[in-house]
């Protein structure tokens, strides 16, 4: 697995509930060191036994701690980067849907090795869309429950209302189903397509 996903679990726990409680996560779950490295590369179960040992030590469901983890992505201080980057998808939330197939060829380009799951959208109604994240193998399973955290939190920065079910799709894919209530339900975060923005936020 990508030292950048083991990393990312780390830095959730960290800058979400603190140092010690990374410290106790890390020690339950032995690992030989405490920081996970971005560039390397980590065996699926060390990863693993860190996600099972964060879920007793903060004491919530693997699904729930999983959409946590996307909506820190996209809203903590440390990821503005991150966040800017993603809304460069689109001047609006239905445009950023659109966007989203194209997200594990970008994310490749920034990181060459990373294997995101391949993503489907189709549109089903108007302002209705199905999402299929084809996540076949066990270290791509529950990647839709991060990926319903990054919607929803990137249509609190749209200024959308949704609504997100999620359920099995055929196989092992995941499905997300999004329901698009009101695009412009409120004034979002500030952006600026603007290199002068960057680093400002409302």
């Known amino acids: 697995m990508h030292g950048l996903v083991a990393r990312t679990l780390q830095c959730f726990v ?7 409680r990374w410290r ?3 020690d339950a779950a032995q690992l030989d060191l405490p920081e996970f ?9 060390i990863v ?10 903060l ?18 201080p440390n990821n503005e980067r991150l966040r800017r980057l993603m809304r460069y998808g689109g001047e609006d939330f239905i445009d950023f849907l659109h ?26 109604a108007a302002r209705r869309f199905t999402l299929v994240c084809k996540c076949s193998g066990p270290t791509r399973r529950g990647y839709s429950h991060v990926l319903a955290g990054v919607l929803r939190a990137m249509a609190d920065d749209y200024g959308a209302l ?32 603007g290199a002068h923005g960057a680093g400002r936020d409302g």
């Open 14 to 20: 960290q800058d979400t509930y603190g140092p010690e």
């Open 24 to 26: 106790s996560v890390a």
């Open 37 to 45: 490295e971005a560039m390397l590369d980590y065996e699926a179960q």
């Open 48 to 57: 693993g036994r860190v996600l099972t040992q964060a879920e007793i030590e």
């Open 59 to 76: 004491g919530k469901p693997r699904a729930a701690m999983l959409e946590d983890i996307g909506t820190y992505l996209m809203t903590h």
């Open 99 to 124: 966007s989203l197939e194209e997200l594990p060829g970008r994310a490749r380009l920034a990181v060459p090795d990373l294997d995101l799951p391949p993503l489907e959208l189709t549109e089903t």
């Open 162 to 193: 949704i609504v997100l079910d999620l359920e099995a799709g055929p196989g092992e894919d995941e499905m997300i189903e999004i329901a698009v209530v009101e695009p412009s339900y409120s004034a979002g975060r500030s952006f600026e397509l």
